[in-house]
């Protein structure tokens, strides 16, 4: 089930709701001011890898060959 995002028009409050595919998002009002004036927002939504990213930690000497941070040098 989809979650869209509105603004009311009326008192610019801002909320989400869950939709099931046999709801109509005609019928939606404010739950603030009950408003049916609204307006569905451009939901942004994250995306993630399977493969873990690093932070280089600041304890360690930085390689003078490639730059990155490691106990040794490169090879």
Do not use: N, W
Not at 15 to 29: A, D, G, P, V
Not at 34 to 50: A, H, R, W, Y
């Amino acid at each position: 089930m989809p979650i869209y995002e509105f603004r009311c028009k009326k008192c610019d409050s801002a909320f989400e709701k869950l939709f099931t595919s046999s709801q109509q998002k005609s019928s939606l009002s404010c739950p603030e001011c009950e408003s049916g004036d609204i307006t569905q927002l451009f939901s942004v939504f994250g995306v993630g890898t399977l493969e873990a990213v690093s932070t280089p930690t600041t304890d360690m000497p930085m390689c003078g060959t490639c730059g990155h941070h490691t106990p040794k040098p490169c090879a």
